[in-house]
């Protein structure tokens, strides 16, 4: 049967049932860290999890919130605490890490492009110091520093219309 917009719990309905009537509000199940760990990587170890888990990698999806979901679960069906989730994420992410480019397929870790943040910061820094050098110089007829000025204008960030800009209301235009 397929959920329609109202088989759905209405808010502050889980205010109304009895305490501790879910999984992750009861003691959980495994305690200890080593236990926790244990028992994903017994899960984890089947190869068609691990198929399914590369297929997924190569589909473009980062490994971390894969892990992140992977916990979240075990969380929820009162397996673990949040904290021991904390705790084993980094050992199961390297854990799958390590079995899925065993396979050849190439793993994104948390989809950050650390390289591009890197080189974004270096450019923010050169734009910063180029101004305040232009700033402190002016010189209109200096042609080293015209050039300089037209590399600080390049790297500058298009300016964005904003909400402010644009016309708003229910027959605004645009």
């Known amino acids: 049967m397929i959920a329609g917009p109202f088989d759905r719990p209405i ?3 889980s205010l109304t049932t009895e305490p501790r009537n879910n999984p992750w509000e009861q003691p959980p199940q495994i305690a200890d860290k080593e236990e926790v760990l244990k028992y994903y ?3 984890l170890a089947n190869q068609e999890v691990i198929d399914d888990m590369a297929a997924m990698c190569e589909a473009g999806i980062p490994l971390q919130p894969l892990v992140e979901s992977i916990t ?11 904290d021991v989730s904390m705790l084993v994420g980094p050992d199961i992410h ?7 480019e065993a396979m050849g397929v190439k793993v994104r870790d ?3 492009d650390r390289q591009a943040e890197a080189e974004q910061k270096e450019m923010d820094r050169f734009v910063m110091l180029a101004t305040k050098y232009l700033e402190e110089n002016p010189d209109d007829e200096d042609p080293g520093k015209q050039m300089l000025g037209d590399m600080v204008e390049a790297a500058e960030p298009e300016e964005e219309v904003t909400s402010e800009d644009k016309p708003q209301g229910l027959m605004a235009k645009g």
Do not use: C, E, N, Y
């Open 110 to 112: 948390d989809g950050r």
């Open 11 to 13: 808010p502050g309905q």
């Open 41 to 43: 990587v017994g899960r």
């Open 94 to 100: 390297a854990f799958l890490k390590q079995s899925i």
């Open 72 to 82: 979240t679960m075990g969380v929820m069906r009162g397996i673990h605490t949040v």
